[in-house]
């Protein structure tokens, strides 16, 4: 399920013969409390809960992930497989529209073409654009009560820049006890996890530090401690418009469990041929 590379009419042409748009209401899987018992009372007689479909899964999951504000319906683009792959509130359509100086109509559709090549639009991605090369983000982390247990993660997409460019993060920690640490991946790399990948020893690759344990967490950059209150910067040249993924958790000197906030001016310059 994905447009590929087509021109408008191809792509009209294609999410006409492949695809069903529908609108979902929140209250329906998500009832706001003053409607709750209404609602509870009208699933009583039901024999099974849509809300454990799959498919109310994963629109549920869709909900966790993204814009937080409150929308009376959203769009979802789900794949046959119940792939989550981009999500639209009713609610903000005017906004983001507008942001991307775009009618309504246009915007929506570039939504749904974005989702079928595979940017998650909605989905708490960072699109990056030519006409739009920098955007922020405001997120937690928290340090982890074992090594590598624990992520706050967002995806940075630049495919639009396809002749490369150096992306620049700006990242400011939050004031609470927790230290920031943060590494850069490639978009395709599995995060990593308690389990010390081969080729490394599990000491070692506990105690986060060292040439061996930074060979083995193969990330493209890392700021290895930002403190509360400060900011630090990662810059990455890259040579083509890929997918990136910063992630942010505490590190190994700050209190495990300790949660702090960090806001992030993610900027792309592209390359000149």
Known sequence: MRAGV???????????????NTWI???????KPNISEAIA??????SKNFATHPLAQTIMKGWKTGSKKSSPADCFIISPGLELMGRQPVNDLGDDSRRRGLRA?????????????GRCPGLGNLILRKEQPSLEVLNTFRTPMVAHQDYTVVVIDTTA?????????????GTDDA?????????????PT???????????????????????????ATVWH???????????????????????????????????AFHAKISVEKNEK
């Not at 396809?162 to 700006?170: A, K, R």
């Not at 389990?195 to 493209?220: R, T």
């Open 41 to 46: 009372k009208r699933r009583e007689h039901k």
């Open 179 to 191: 230290k920031g640490k943060f590494h850069l991946f490639d978009g395709t790399k599995a995060l």
């Open 161 to 173: 820049f396809e002749d490369g460019g150096t992306l620049t993060i700006d990242i400011h920690v």
């Open 226 to 260: 930002i403190d509360p209150g400060d900011t630090e910067r990662i810059a990455h040249p890259f040579d083509h418009g890929q997918l990136f993924r910063l992630c942010a958790t505490g590190n190994r000197w700050s209190e495990k469990g300790s949660i702090n």
């Open 105 to 117: 109509y246009a915007y929506y559709f570039t939504f749904l073409k974005d989702a079928l090549v």
């Open 25 to 31: 209401t929140t209250t329906e899987l998500a009832p």
């Open 6 to 20: 087509l021109s408008d009419e191809q792509n009209i042409e294609f999410l006409n013969e492949n695809f069903i």
């Open 194 to 220: 308690e389990k010390a990948p081969d080729g490394i020893d599990a000491d070692i690759w506990n105690s986060q530090q060292g040439a061996d344990y930074v060979k083995a967490l193969d990330a493209l």
